[in-house]
C-alpha cells in the first residue's frame, strides 16, 4: 500500500488543488498556503500524518445496493454487495496475502446496504471508519470533484483517510439486539406513516363528490388494518425487550419515568444501546438537539436553532413524550414552567429544551441502571441543565 504521503489518487478535479497543514502536531486542515500547492497527481507535502499508518493497506470503498467499489491507492476493484461477502474475502487474501484482515476500510454507513460491510468487519476483525455523508459530500466539493461516480467516490473516502489517525479507526461491535429493535421500530415508521396518510386521504375523500361507497369501505377496512399491525408490532417490541435480560431491566427502568410510553422507550433503548459510549453532548447531536448558529458579517446574523440531524422519528416521539411529561411529570413541568415564567422563553423554545432533558434524564437512567426517582423533596435540582 502506498502510505500516505506518497500520492494523492487521481480525482476529477481542476489541476491545481491546495492541501496544507496549517494545526499542531495531531490536528490538520485544509487551505491555501504561499507556495504550498499540489498538482494533480503529486505527493503530499509537509503531511502531518506522514507514518503515522502501521495498517497494511487501507480501501476507500463505496457501498451500493449491488456492489462495493474499491480503491487502495493503487489498484480499483468491484465486487458484488452479498451476504458474507465472499467475493471480497477472495479479493483482499489475493492482493494482501495472509495479511488480508491487517488493513482498514472507510466508506459511508449508507442504511442498509452497509450492513453486510459493517458484519464483515466485525466477524473478521478488519477496522473501519465511518464517514458522516455530510463530511465526505463537503470533502468531494474540497477536492473539486465535478463528477460523481462510485470509481470516484472510492478513491476521495481514500483520499480522507490520509486526513485521520490509525487510532480513529476501529473494529465495529454488532449488538444483535439492537439491529432486531431497529428493524422493529423501521417497521413501525413505516407502517404509521402509511396509516397517517391514509387517515388524511379517507378524510378528504369525505369532502369530494362521486366517491363510492365501496371505495370508502376497502379504505377504511385497510386503515383499520394498519392499525392492528401498529398495535401488534408495539406488542411485540416489548415482548422481545422483555424477554431479553439484558434489556428487560434497562426497558422497565425507562418506563418507570412518567411521560414515557412503549415507543418512547424502545426507540430510546434503540439509540443507547446502538451508541453506547456517546457523552452527552453526543447524544444530544444524534437526536438532532445541539444547537447550531449561522453568522457571517452583518449580512447573516441568525439566531441558534437545533440541528434537525440525526433520526426524525425519535425527535417525534421525544416530543409526545415530552408533551406527557409536562403534564404528569413534577420534575420537567416544573423546568418548562421556569424557562417560560422565570426567563421568559417561547413555549416553542422551552419544549426543545425539555426534550433534552428528558433526553439526558433517560440516558442517566440507562447508564446507571437504575429507575427514575422523583425529586419532589428538592426541585431545585430539576432546574439545571
Same mark, same amino acid.
Given at each position: 500500500?502506498r502510505?500516505?504521503?506518497?500520492?494523492?489518487?487521481?480525482?476529477?478535479?481542476?489541476?491545481?488543488?491546495?492541501?496544507v497543514?496549517?494545526?499542531?502536531?495531531?490536528?490538520?486542515?485544509?487551505?491555501?498556503?504561499?507556495?504550498?500547492?499540489?498538482?494533480?497527481?503529486?505527493?503530499?507535502?509537509?503531511s502531518?500524518?506522514?507514518?503515522r499508518?502501521?495498517?497494511?493497506?487501507?480501501?476507500?470503498?463505496?457501498?451500493?445496493?449491488?456492489?462495493?467499489?474499491?480503491?487502495?491507492?493503487?489498484?480499483?476493484?468491484?465486487?458484488?454487495? *452479498?451476504?458474507?461477502?465472499?467475493?471480497?474475502?477472495?479479493?483482499?487474501?489475493?492482493?494482501?496475502?495472509?495479511?488480508?484482515?491487517?488493513?482498514?476500510?472507510?466508506? *459511508?454507513?449508507?442504511?442498509?446496504?452497509?450492513?453486510?460491510?459493517?458484519?464483515?468487519?466485525?466477524?473478521?476483525?478488519?477496522?473501519?471508519?465511518?464517514?458522516?455523508?455530510?463530511?465526505?459530500?463537503?470533502?468531494?466539493?474540497?477536492?473539486?470533484?465535478?463528477?460523481?461516480?462510485?470509481?470516484?467516490?472510492?478513491?476521495?473516502?481514500?483520499?480522507?483517510?490520509?486526513?485521520?489517525?490509525?487510532?480513529?479507526?476501529?473494529?465495529?461491535e454488532?449488538?444483535?439486539?439492537?439491529?432486531?429493535?431497529g428493524?422493529?421500530?423501521?417497521?413501525?415508521?413505516?407502517?404509521?406513516?402509511?396509516?397517517?396518510?391514509?387517515?388524511?386521504?379517507v378524510?378528504?375523500?369525505?369532502?369530494?363528490?362521486?366517491?363510492?361507497?365501496?371505495?370508502k369501505?376497502?379504505?377504511?377496512?385497510?386503515?383499520?388494518?394498519?392499525?392492528?399491525?401498529?398495535?401488534?408490532?408495539?406488542?411485540?417490541?416489548?415482548?422481545?425487550?422483555?424477554?431479553?435480560?439484558?434489556?428487560?431491566?434497562?426497558?422497565?427502568?425507562?418506563?418507570?419515568?412518567?411521560?414515557?410510553?412503549?415507543?418512547?422507550?424502545m426507540?430510546?433503548?434503540?439509540?443507547?444501546?446502538?451508541?453506547?459510549?456517546?457523552?452527552?453532548?453526543?447524544?444530544?447531536?444524534?437526536?438532532?438537539?445541539?444547537?447550531?448558529?449561522?453568522?457571517?458579517?452583518?449580512?447573516?446574523?441568525?439566531?441558534?436553532?437545533?440541528?434537525?440531524?440525526?433520526?426524525?422519528?425519535?425527535?417525534?416521539?421525544?416530543?409526545?413524550?415530552?408533551?406527557?411529561?409536562?403534564?404528569?411529570?413534577?420534575?420537567?413541568?416544573?423546568?418548562?414552567?421556569?424557562?417560560?415564567?422565570?426567563?421568559?422563553?417561547?413555549?416553542?423554545?422551552?419544549?426543545?429544551?425539555?426534550?433534552?432533558?428528558?433526553?439526558?434524564?433517560?440516558?442517566?437512567?440507562?447508564?446507571?441502571?437504575?429507575?427514575?426517582?422523583?425529586?419532589?423533596?428538592?426541585?431545585?435540582?430539576?432546574?439545571?441543565?
Open positions: 500500500m502510505g500516505p504521503h506518497e500520492l494523492v489518487p487521481e480525482m476529477d478535479r481542476p489541476s491545481k488543488v491546495c492541501v497543514s496549517e494545526a499542531e502536531e495531531g490536528s490538520s486542515s485544509l487551505g491555501c498556503g504561499r507556495n504550498e500547492t499540489l498538482m494533480e497527481g503529486q505527493p503530499i507535502a509537509n502531518p500524518h506522514t507514518g499508518f502501521r495498517m497494511t493497506y487501507c480501501i476507500g470503498i463505496d457501498v451500493s445496493k449491488q456492489s462495493l467499489e474499491l480503491w487502495d491507492g493503487t489498484q480499483e476493484g468491484e465486487v458484488p454487495n *452479498e451476504k458474507s461477502l465472499k467475493t471480497l474475502k477472495k479479493l483482499l487474501k489475493k492482493r494482501y496475502g495472509t495479511n488480508w484482515n491487517k488493513g482498514g476500510f472507510i466508506y *459511508e454507513p449508507t442504511g442498509p446496504y452497509s450492513n453486510y460491510l459493517r458484519a464483515f468487519a466485525a466477524e473478521h476483525e478488519v477496522q473501519v471508519y465511518e464517514v458522516n455523508p455530510k463530511k465526505s459530500a463537503n470533502f468531494a466539493k474540497v477536492l473539486g470533484n465535478r463528477s460523481k461516480t462510485d470509481a470516484i467516490d472510492a478513491k476521495m473516502l481514500y483520499s480522507f483517510h490520509l486526513l485521520l489517525k490509525e487510532s480513529e479507526f476501529s473494529i465495529p454488532m449488538d444483535e439486539i439492537a439491529e432486531r429493535l428493524a422493529y421500530l423501521g417497521s413501525y415508521e413505516i407502517i404509521q406513516k402509511t396509516r397517517t396518510m391514509l387517515a388524511n386521504h378524510h378528504a375523500l369525505e369532502e369530494k363528490s362521486g366517491v363510492t361507497r365501496k371505495l369501505d376497502s379504505l377504511e377496512k385497510e386503515l383499520g388494518r394498519l392499525g392492528t399491525m401498529e398495535e401488534q408490532l408495539e406488542k411485540e417490541m416489548e415482548a422481545y425487550a422483555e424477554d431479553h435480560e439484558e434489556t428487560r431491566e434497562d426497558l422497565n427502568n425507562l418506563l418507570s419515568m412518567n411521560g414515557i410510553g412503549v415507543v418512547s422507550a426507540n430510546l433503548l434503540y439509540l443507547f444501546r446502538k451508541y453506547p459510549g456517546a457523552n452527552r453532548n453526543e447524544i444530544t447531536a444524534l437526536a438532532g438537539l445541539d444547537p447550531v448558529r449561522r453568522q457571517s458579517g452583518s449580512s447573516l446574523n441568525g439566531g441558534r436553532k437545533i440541528s434537525r440531524a440525526g433520526d426524525p422519528m425519535l425527535r417525534k416521539v421525544l416530543y409526545l413524550a415530552c408533551m406527557n411529561s409536562i403534564q404528569h411529570n413534577e420534575c420537567i413541568r416544573t423546568f418548562y414552567k421556569h424557562l417560560v415564567s422565570d426567563n421568559h422563553k417561547k413555549p416553542k423554545v422551552a419544549l426543545v429544551a425539555c426534550m433534552r432533558k428528558l433526553l439526558l434524564i433517560t440516558q442517566h437512567l440507562y447508564v446507571t441502571k437504575s429507575p427514575y426517582r422523583t425529586l419532589e423533596h428538592d426541585a431545585n435540582l430539576c432546574l439545571s441543565s
